[in-house]
C-alpha cells in the first residue's frame, strides 16, 4: 500500500511562471490537506478538500492559490504568477475516509522561485 | 479557529536524558492530539496520538500526557538517542479535521 504521493519532489519556476504540485492520497482515504512550510518554521495550513469539493481553503492566500481535487486524478495545488516569497515546501496529507484519524503526509515538494 | 503554541522552539539533551516538549491550544473543542516526527529533507511522520478521553498514553520511550482543564499536552522522550535528533510538531484538531499545529522544536541529542 504505497502511502502518500507527491510530485515532483523539487520544482524551479522563474517568476511570473505556474507551479503545479500534485498529490495522489493514500489508498483508501478520500480526504486531502495541503501545508506550507517555510525555511525553520512550522506547518501552515492551506486547504482541505474531498472528492471534488473544498471544504476549509481559510488558509488560501485569496489570489494565485488554487486547489482542486477531480473524482480521477490526484490533487492539484496551482500557483500562478510565482513570486520569490512562494518558495517552501508543500506537504499534502490524507486522511482515512471514516472513523480513523491522524494525518500521513507525503515526502512533498520543494518549489524554488529564481 | 484552534491556535497551537508549542515550547521551546529547540531542545539539547544529552544522548540518555529525557526531553519534554510542550503545547497548549486554545479551542476546548478540540478531542485529537497528535505529535509528529519530521526528519531533514522528509515529510512529517506521526509518532504518537491522544484522544481527549485519557490522559496519558505510553508507547515504548514516547508518552503523551494530556490536561483537558488547562488546554495543554506534552511530549515526553525517555532514554534519548541520537536518531531521535529532529523536528517534532504538536497538533490538535476537532474529530481530525482541519488540524492545527505548533511551531515545531528542534532536538538535537548530543551522543
Known amino acids: 500500500n504505497a502511502g502518500v504521493m507527491q510530485n515532483p519532489r523539487h520544482l524551479v519556476r522563474r517568476r511570473g511562471q505556474e507551479a503545479r504540485l500534485r498529490c495522489s492520497p493514500m489508498k483508501g482515504h478520500s480526504h486531502v490537506y495541503w501545508y506550507r512550510q517555510l525555511p525553520e518554521e512550522g506547518l501552515k495550513f492551506m486547504v482541505y478538500?474531498?472528492?471534488?469539493?473544498?471544504?476549509?481553503e481559510s488558509g488560501m492566500p485569496k489570489e494565485r492559490f488554487s486547489a482542486e481535487f477531480p473524482k480521477e486524478g490526484p490533487s492539484i495545488l496551482r500557483i500562478q504568477q510565482v513570486v520569490r516569497g512562494d518558495s517552501a515546501a508543500y506537504f499534502c496529507?490524507?486522511?482515512?475516509?471514516?472513523?480513523?484519524?491522524?494525518?500521513?503526509f507525503g515526502s512533498g515538494t520543494r518549489l524554488t522561485v529564481v | 479557529g484552534e491556535n497551537v503554541e508549542q515550547h521551546p522552539s529547540t531542545l539539547s539533551v544529552q544522548e540518555g536524558d529525557s526531553a519534554v516538549i510542550k503545547c497548549t491550544y486554545s479551542d476546548s473543542a478540540s478531542n485529537y492530539f497528535p505529535w509528529y516526527k519530521q526528519e531533514l529533507g522528509k515529510g512529517p511522520q506521526l509518532i504518537i496520538d491522544i484522544r481527549s478521553n485519557v490522559g496519558e498514553k505510553k508507547d515504548q520511550r514516547i508518552a503523551v500526557t494530556l490536561n483537558k482543564t488547562a488546554k495543554h499536552f506534552s511530549l515526553h522522550i525517555t532514554e534519548t538517542q541520537p536518531e531521535d535528533s529532529a523536528v517534532y510538531f504538536c497538533?490538535?484538531?476537532?474529530?481530525?479535521?482541519?488540524?492545527?499545529f505548533g511551531a515545531g522544536t528542534r532536538l538535537t541529542v548530543k551522543p
Open positions: 497538533a490538535a484538531s476537532y474529530n481530525n479535521n482541519d488540524m492545527r
Open positions: 478538500l474531498q472528492k471534488e469539493n473544498i471544504i476549509d
Open positions: 496529507a490524507s486522511s482515512p475516509d471514516s472513523g480513523g484519524y491522524g494525518y500521513t
